[in-house]
């Protein structure tokens, strides 16, 4: 989650003019002094209550041994109540960004040849709009867990397809910046065999299920 995170905000970052920037930094500057005055409140509270316990203060000791408990039953009881997850939304949603990336770049490509983009540009494209939304989509799918047994071999097909995808937008960007056509041509086996592992992923995942 917290890698997702990072990840969509270095792309917001990357995607903003300085004065856009100038204004998040001054909205960062003033939650930073806020969550540093509710930080020393805290840390204040958590000293008289630490004193308190260790004066052996009934109800500071009752509180603590209630907070132990209920930490304790978190922890456990996620780690082994949680039904396994069923990944067939995940498995269509990732279907759904395949295709609204390969519609971005048909697009340019079309402007392209009618002249109105360089080789530059459209290797931008994959680069600045691509290849971003296939890394959030690889991180969001890397942080699955406890899938269900039968949908194993889904996420397997499912991250297959993430590397070659990624593998051949990177190609691509590398070729059209080189304006190497052989190299182009090349590219288009590792995209076949991408789509591919996305098509098996969907399949495996079954169709039932990712309609629920």
Known sequence: ???????????????????????????????????????????????????????????ARVTMAALVVVAAATVFGGAFNRPPRDIGADIEQLAATESRISAVYDAAAAQFRLGAMTTASLAEVIERRIEPELQIARIRLLSLEQVKPEQIASLEKAREYLRLRGESWRQRAAALQRRDLKALRQVEATERASLAALAAAVQDAGPAKIAD
Do not use: I, K, P, T
């Open 1 to 59: 989650m917290l890698l997702s995170l990072a990840v969509l905000g270095g792309f917001a970052l990357y995607v903003m003019n300085a004065q856009e920037r100038e204004r998040l930094r001054q909205a960062v500057r003033r939650v930073h002094l806020a969550v540093l005055c509710v930080a020393a409140r805290v840390l204040d509270a958590g000293a008289f209550f630490v004193r308190a316990v260790r004066a052996r203060n009934r109800g």
